[in-house]
């Protein structure tokens, strides 16, 4: 049986994850013959042959049958991946940033090449949610999809609420465990997510949605009191990324949001992943497991591989129609410092209200595209509280936050 070659590029976290997963595999007639990294001079778990410096010397080695791109630099991976398609040599890759930011380019050129790519491991880690989508959803009308889409965010928020731990302590524990981005302002300002969104939403619906059509905010600003209310109500608050279809137009969004126990987000921990399916005939599915890691990713990269070796790239669904996206108006919980008492102008109405010495806050329904102004501003922070279905689920809420 041919043993096909891969080219690989990079040997960070998922690099060494994918590569421990392919060999331990007895399925895979597979294997590593060339592994392109940046550093020199560092002992790593894999035969030092293998390794060389120069991108070129992978991308043009004819013997080679496909590349596996897992590095992270998102413009390089871009540069990569297109000069692999031009060459007809197929490619699996995890990067993100590059795939959400370029997916119809992408698409074009693997049309053009008739030479596919898979990135399941871009989109939450060990969770087989975009070959679902692909395949058995294809055929599913759907009409939401929520979920927690960030590992590193979830395993900070897990420390916060369940361990008392500092932000701080928590994000770099985040980052000694290969959950965070090297850069992690990507993780705690909801970029990552708001990535996953748009390929996970271009999937399903058909058309390109560009990161930059999504709202997105994250937890790196939320401040002890955001935390204490939700403690004192009997919440948590989970960095939510989510997508719903009504009356033909799009919502989409990435934001922190207030969970009751009633809800199967609170119940998801550390560096796990949740994406709950809504679809007009099967109801609602949940799928949820690891987010990040080396070997959850590892292996997500590695089912590509295989489905590749099948021959196998996505079908991309098309839709005749273009939905236009949707500037919602939302529930949401605003905290702010008394410099910034101009917030509760904002509301459209108001539900409760608490103005203190050192903060104030107020609940009401506000336009999503004003929230995403103020939550650029120092001391205001934007926690979605309801005001729609992801809060009742199991139907038993009522209270708007509970
Ligand atoms: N930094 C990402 C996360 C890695 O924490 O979810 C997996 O995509």
Redesign the pocket.
């Known amino acids: 049986m041919k043993k096909y070659k891969i080219g690989l590029f990079g040997f960070g976290c998922?690099g060494q994850g994918f590569f421990e997963t392919l060999n331990s595999n007895t399925e895979i007639s597979a294997e590593v013959v060339k592994i392109a990294v940046r550093q020199k001079n560092q002992v790593r778990k894999a035969d030092a042959k293998l390794f060389v410096y120069d991108i070129d010397s992978v991308l043009n080695d004819d013997d080679i049958d496909l590349f596996v791109e897992l590095i992270d630099d998102p413009d390089l991976a871009l540069s990569i991946v297109k000069t692999a398609l031009s060459k007809g040599k197929p490619v699996v890759t995890?990067n993100?940033k590059m795939l959400a930011e370029n997916l119809e380019e992408l698409i074009e050129l693997q049309n053009k090449y008739k030479t596919p790519i898979r990135y399941e491991?871009?989109?939450?880690?060990s969770i087989p949610i975009l070959k679902n989508i692909d395949t058995y959803y294809n055929s599913e009308k759907i009409e939401s999809i929520k979920g927690i889409?960030?590992?590193?965010?979830?395993?900070i928020l897990s420390k916060i609420f369940n361990e008392n731990i500092s932000y701080e302590s928590a994000l770099k524990s985040?980052q000694e465990n290969g959950?965070?981005?090297s850069d992690?302002t990507?993780?705690v300002e909801g970029h990552?997510?708001k990535y996953?969104l748009s390929i996970l939403a271009s999937h399903i619906f058909g058309q390109v949605i560009h990161p930059s059509q999504i709202i997105n905010w994250g937890i790196n600003k939320l401040q002890k009191h955001d935390f204490d209310f939700a403690k004192e109500n009997d919440l948590k608050i989970k960095l939510v990324a989510k997508v719903e279809e009504a009356d033909n137009e799009l919502s989409l969004l990435v934001a922190p949001h207030f969970v009751s126990k009633y809800n199967p987000l609170y119940h998801i921990e550390d560096?796990n992943?949740i994406v709950t399916i809504e679809g007009a005939y099967s109801g609602q599915q949940i799928l949820s497991g690891k987010?990040?890691?080396s070997l959850p990713?590892g292996l997500a990269v590695l089912s590509d591989v295989r489905e590749i070796l099948k021959g196998q790239g996505y079908n991309y669904k098309k839709s005749l129609v273009l939905k236009p996206i949707k500037n919602d108006l939302v529930e949401a919980y605003v905290s702010f410092s008394l410099k910034h008492s101009f917030v509760t102008e904002l509301f459209q109405s108001i539900t409760e209200r608490y103005v203190g010495k050192d903060y104030s806050y107020v609940i009401g329904q506000i336009k999503i595209s004003q929230l995403q102004t103020i939550i650029k501003l120092k001391s205001v922070n934007a926690i979605i509280t309801s005001g729609n279905k992801i809060e009742n689920i199991t139907s038993k809420i009522s209270y708007s936050y509970a």
């Open positions: 998922v995890a993100k491991g871009a989109v939450c880690g889409f960030n590992g590193s965010t979830n395993y985040a959950f965070a981005e992690p990507l993780d990552d997510p996953k560096e992943n987010g990040a890691g990713t």
